[in-house]
């Protein structure tokens, strides 16, 4: 039978649907009776989810500008030297 | 299913596309671009480097990607060639700052966590709160997230790069792994022992208010 600790080694495996037929099954089946792993296994989601929610990444408007500049000046480096060799 | 937010992705036809105007140099294809994969990148490279260098790399990715571009067979897909690049110049900035410190394959728990089981494999000090707070809200609080940068930043590297490209830029296993150079079992490992030092951040602070 599958004890709280096994769940525990597996619980990113179920969140992600890593898990096959069977060994989910057992984890769905454990969770039913044992209220601390489905605390577990939510607040893990949870922590996962807060991690989506952190890192996505935003950058400025100016940053960008920036960006397109040296793009901009690297890609007229680049046609002049095209147009050298031609 | 779990609610997350799907990433603005390029549609197949129209990223073929966008590839081949890259290729020709087309200035307007470039802003496009770099509005796009910039502030994915950026969280690639923030995963490694402070701010302003992060903000560098970037840059000096999207000048190094004028020329690559002509060798890129969109094989991988843009968003994940670009991670890679960015990962690859991150991490050879840093090899000489900090060594990394091997993550234990064969443990799957945390040492904190294993701790938390009696001999018969049961909770000894099973989880007390349950994050009831959505993702959103839980955010909102500035402590709690300066508190998770830090921990973020405290990750082992290869811990902290799985992290961010699985969870923050919903990449595929089989692109972080191609990213990383890692196998998908480690891989698994990797993201298991990183959440649940997450998991237990949380917990501290939600009890103690605490980092
Ligand atoms: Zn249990």
Not at chain 2, 125 to 145: T, V, Y
Not at chain 2, 158 to 170: D, F, I, P, V
Not at chain 2, 188 to 207: G, S
Request: aromatic share 6%; charged share 30%; net charge negative.
């Amino acid at each position: 039978m599958l004890m709280c600790r096994d769940l525990a080694e597996i619980a990113s495996d179920y969140i992600d649907g890593e898990l096959n037929g069977p060994r989910s099954l057992s984890v769905k089946m454990h969770l039913m009776i044992c209220k601390d792993c489905r605390t577990f296994i939510g607040n893990l989601r949870a922590s996962s989810n807060l991690l989506s929610a952190h890192s996505s990444g935003k950058a400025d408007e100016e940053f960008l500008r920036r960006i397109d500049e040296r793009v901009a000046e690297a890609l007229s480096v680049r046609k002049n030297k095209g147009s050298d060799s031609e | 299913m779990d609610g997350k937010p799907m990433n603005n992705t390029v549609q197949p036809e129209s990223e073929a596309s966008l590839i081949e105007d890259l290729k020709q140099g087309d200035s307007t294809a470039y802003q496009k671009a770099v509005r796009e994969f910039s502030p994915g990148m950026l969280a690639v490279a923030r995963f490694y480097l402070d701010h302003s260098s992060a903000e560098e790399i970037v840059q000096d990715c999207w000048v190094t990607v004028i020329d690559a571009v002509q060798k890129f067979e969109g094989r991988s897909g843009l968003k994940t060639w670009l991670h890679r690049i960015v990962a690859n110049r991150c991490k050879n900035r840093l090899r000489t700052a900090n060594r990394e410190i091997a993550t234990d394959f064969s443990e799957t728990l945390e040492p904190e966590l294993a701790n938390r089981f009696n001999s018969k494999g049961r909770w000894d000090l099973p989880p007390k709160l349950q994050f009831h707070d959505s993702a959103d809200r839980l955010m909102e609080n500035g402590a709690l997230s300066d508190c998770l940068d830090k921990h973020l930043s405290a990750l082992p590297e290869t811990q902290r790069s799985a992290l961010m490209l699985y969870e923050a830029h919903q990449h595929k296993s089989d692109d972080v792994c191609n990213i990383l150079d890692v196998s998908a079992s480690n891989l698994r490992v990797l993201l298991h022992r990183a959440r649940q030092k997450i998991f237990l951040m949380v917990e501290t602070f939600q009890e103690t208010g605490e980092c």
